[in-house]
């Protein structure tokens, strides 16, 4: 079945530091989505990526989706403490008779920042 | 415009007995998603749901689970004779009825299961 890997696992940083975590699916996808969790919260919907090479900026983070619609990345500039959680893409099946469609998660990158 | 809506948000269950999770959906949304989350994992699709429909159950466990979406009140996830290894957070997800590809899914804060 379709799968999508994501890493790394973990990454400790120090405040101030670059951080990028990679997301691959074994099938082209119809589109992408990123959420943070928070320890002990829930999965926060952060952006979508539908285009083939797209890119998207929010403040200092930075996500792309390949030409082949095959694997993201998300990249934050200068992390802060404000950064720390847990990082998923989530993979769209294509949708079937255009009925939307379930999410297929990486297992996550989990973000410490050391201040 | 309230979000998703999970409760109980904590739910500790002897083996044996059933748990009964419920979830509202944002108000517009008529798509629900359940997916259950294993400490330090990642979330695994179980099922889903339209207005009384099971649309794709391909993640959901063969025996003891069940999932509806009724025409009125929330969705709910049924686990009938729990075991230790159902403990686990239960995250329920909506989302509206858009066009091909732009769909966003919008998580509920949660049931956290514990079996004893």
């Known amino acids: 079945g379709q799968q999508v890997m994501q890493i790394p696992q973990y990454q400790h940083v120090q405040e101030g530091e670059d951080f990028t975590t990679y997301c691959n699916s074994s099938t082209t996808l119809s589109n992408i989505q990123w959420y943070k969790q928070r320890p002990g919260g829930h999965p926060v919907f952060l952006i979508q990526?539908?285009?083939?090479?797209e890119v998207k900026k929010q403040k200092r983070l930075t996500f792309q989706f390949g030409e082949a619609k095959k694997n993201s990345s998300l990249h934050i500039t200068a992390t802060q403490t404000t950064d720390v959680g847990t990082y998923f893409c989530?993979?769209?099946?294509?949708?079937?008779?255009?009925?939307?469609?379930?999410?297929?998660f990486g297992q996550g990158t989990e973000l410490s920042v050391k201040p | 415009n309230a979000g998703v809506m999970q409760n109980p948000r904590h739910l500790v269950r002897r083996r044996g007995q059933e748990a009964r999770l419920r979830c509202s959906p944002m108000k517009g949304h008529s798509h629900v998603y359940w997916y259950r989350q294993l400490p330090e994992e990642g979330l695994k699709f179980m099922v889903y749901l339209q207005k009384e429909n099971i649309i794709d159950e391909s993640g959901m466990p063969k025996e003891r689970f069940s999932a509806e979406f009724p025409k009125e009140g929330p969705s709910i996830l049924r686990i009938q004779q729990v075991v230790r290894g159902d403990s686990a957070a239960y995250f329920c997800?909506?989302?509206?009825?858009?066009?091909?590809?732009?769909?966003?899914?919008?998580f509920g804060p949660g049931t956290r299961l514990t079996v004893l």
């Open positions: 990526l539908v285009k083939s090479g």
């Open positions: 997800a909506s989302s509206p009825r858009l066009a091909r590809g732009t769909d966003t899914q919008y």
């Open positions: 989530a993979g769209k099946k294509e949708e079937i008779y255009n009925q939307g469609g379930k999410l297929i």
